[in-house]
């Protein structure tokens, strides 16, 4: 069965510092893994999407990482902000139709 | 930009009433979708759409139907409400093109609860 698994469920960090987000999945066949924001209330943001051969991948201070052999992916923000505050959710693509597979995402709460 | 935009953003609806929730995109985009999400769960595929007058089921489609009647409009309705179906509903859409690493992007999502 395809599944998309976030860990660790929730985190909290002080403003400033920087922090890891992990994603394992086991979705064959494996088109794209993707990192969406989601704030209270809203419909998930795009960060950003890579593909098998792409192991890196940045949107400012947002880096992705992918290793395809491991299915394993991170997110790491790096000096974080109150605005990061939000919930980070991994998704991958099995290239039917752009059919998405959720994880249940990883709640961040910055802290001042 | 109004990008992608759900209707109602809430509702509250008895067991047993119908009821449809719209949504519209402005980006010309082929493809549509409806998701909905509880809590400790990621996104749920409901039913989905390559293009004008075609729709497809997803993961959990029971007790939903759809329509696409016009590119830009996707509807979802529920014809008899039931408690199972409290949850959040989020709307997106996407290019549909052979490189199917493109951008989904999503509604503001509507809070249905059914008492």
């Known amino acids: 069965k395809n599944q998309v698994e976030q860990s660790p469920q929730s985190l909290i960090i002080l403003e400033g510092k920087n922090c890891t987000l992990q994603c394992n999945y086991t979705v064959s066949p494996f088109s794209n893994l993707r990192w969406y924001k989601q704030d209270t209330g809203r419909g998930p943001v795009s960060l950003t999407i890579m593909t098998f051969s792409e192991n890196t991948k940045s949107n400012g201070r947002y880096t992705a990482t992918l290793d395809a052999d491991t299915k394993q992916s991170s997110l790491h923000i790096t000096a974080s902000q109150l605005s990061d505050s939000a919930s980070y959710i991994c998704?991958?693509?099995?290239?039917?139709?752009?059919?998405?597979?959720f994880g249940a995402g990883t709640r961040l709460a910055v802290h001042p | 930009n109004a990008g992608v935009t759900q209707t109602p953003k809430f509702r509250v609806l008895k067991t047993g009433q119908s009821m449809t929730l719209l949504c519209a995109q402005d980006?010309?985009?082929?493809?549509m979708y409806w998701y909905r999400q509880d809590p400790g769960m990621g996104l749920r595929l409901i039913h989905y759409?390559?293009?004008?007058?075609?729709?497809a089921k997803g993961e959990v489609p029971d007790g939903y139907n759809v329509s696409r009647l016009k590119k830009q409009n996707f509807l979802l309705g529920l014809e008899s409400a039931a408690p199972s179906q409290t949850s959040v509903y989020f709307c997106?859409?996407?290019?549909?093109?052979?490189?199917?690493?493109?951008?989904?992007?999503f509604g503001q999502g509507t809070r249905l609860t059914v008492v």
């Open positions: 998704v991958v693509s099995d290239g039917g139709y752009n059919k998405l597979i």
């Open positions: 997106a859409s996407s290019w549909g093109t052979r490189d199917l690493n493109t951008e989904a992007f």
């Open positions: 759409s390559v293009g004008e007058g075609t729709t």
């Open positions: 980006m010309n985009h082929e493809y």
